[in-house]
């Protein structure tokens, strides 16, 4: 394999765990804070969860980055 394709594997997968993790946590904020299964959930739902981020401080991004996952 050549070096620098190696390299970006090793440091993909460390980036790609990170924002599966990311993406956990972002759910279960989500499915907690709403108390629906993820299949019950509508536009509303998400609308209102981001409403709910925003008033307790959550920044943009944060914010931005959840709802994305």
Known sequence: M???YEDWL???ASVWKDTIKQSKMAWRRLLQQQHKMPWELREVD???H???MQAEG???AT???ALGS
């Open 58 to 60: 959550y920044s943009p």
């Open 10 to 12: 090793r440091r993909g």
């Open 46 to 48: 998400i609308e209102g």
């Open 63 to 65: 914010i931005g980055c």
């Open 50 to 52: 981001a409403r709910w």
């Open 2 to 4: 050549v070096p620098a």
